[in-house]
């Protein structure tokens, strides 16, 4: 390897952990949120500063070479270094003020608690949020987010934090699909669905009406809620957006059932951050304020 003096650069660690991790230019540009040309300069640059083909190029993507995985081994010690390192710097900020990054989809925002993030943002003038709306859980120990509402069973081990409620969910479909379908044998309705599969899923099978084959592909929560009020079909919804909207009808025999638990959670090293504590308790209380309707008992 080269012997020269000058310190690697951590931006060009970053650049190759996100290529090695993800075996192609765009999927690393796009995580790291830069160009396509500068995730090649970086790592063009860190291969000349080490003298060493760390990745081998091809049209199928990147594949690391052996000396490639040596530095990779190297490379993800220094980086948890590091974002231990910001975790427990932060974690000593007692001011109630700065950023909060919190993730959570996207139902949980548009359907219960955006009033309660407002209300906040007045309270704390001097905290800003940033809510990262996505399906895919982010990796706090990577300070890729600072709060998690996770709707999960099984939280990771390295993580604080508390089960908030159970959601429960029932079958929706518009007051006008209901009159106009059969919901017996040879039913001519069609369940909407989040994930394309051969053949009926097994919430299907499990439903009160396993009969019925699905049809058409949501994979947001919010487009499923959508279609099922156009009349698209019958949707399987999180109570807390199907009974207090005024087009949608439970089918029978109108039973919400519990399906994922939902759960408040932080990094350990953020747990004496005083902007994380207020925030954390407060949108706890907000989520239990919505308990009854988010267990299906509100109609």
């Known amino acids: 390897m080269n012997t020269k003096n000058d310190c690697i650069d951590w931006d060009n660690l970053k650049h190759f952990l ?134 999960t069973q099984k939280p990771p081990e390295q993580l604080i934090g508390k089960r908030l409620v159970t959601i429960y969910s029932a079958a929706y479909a518009s007051e006008e699909y209901i009159k106009k379908h059969d919901l017996n044998s040879g039913s001519t309705a069609r369940w909407i669905d989040y994930v394309k599969r051969s053949d009926d899923p097994a919430w299907v099978k499990k439903s009160d009406y396993p009969h019925i084959p699905s049809k058409n592909v949501f994979e947001s929560v919010l487009l499923r809620f959508e279609a099922a009020k156009a009349g698209m079909g019958i949707g399987m919804l999180p109570c807390f957006m199907g009974d207090p909207e005024p087009t949608l009808q439970r089918l029978p025999p109108g039973v919400a059932r519990p399906t994922y638990d939902l759960w408040l959670l932080t990094h350990t090293d953020m747990r004496t951050t005083a902007r994380l504590r207020v925030f954390s308790e407060f949108i706890a209380a907000a989520v239990l304020s919505h308990r009854n309707l988010i267990e299906g008992r509100a109609v």
């Open 18 to 151: 996100a290529l090695s991790r993800h075996g192609s230019v765009r999927a690393a540009s796009d995580k790291l949120g830069v160009s396509h040309s500068t995730v090649g300069r970086r790592i063009d640059a860190f291969e000349k500063r080490l003298g060493v083909r760390l990745l081998e190029r091809s049209p199928g993507g990147y594949a690391i070479t052996p000396a490639g995985e040596e530095v990779l081994a190297v490379a993800e010690q220094i980086e948890s270094e590091i974002h231990g390192l910001e975790r427990r710097i932060a974690g000593r900020d007692q001011q109630l003020s700065g950023d909060i990054r919190v993730t959570m989809v996207d139902a949980l925002g548009t359907h219960l608690l955006m009033q309660h993030l407002a209300e906040f943002s007045k309270l704390y003038p001097d905290i800003a949020l940033e809510v990262v709306i996505t399906y895919e859980p982010l990796d706090l120990s990577k300070r890729e987010a600072d709060v998690a509402l996770r709707i």
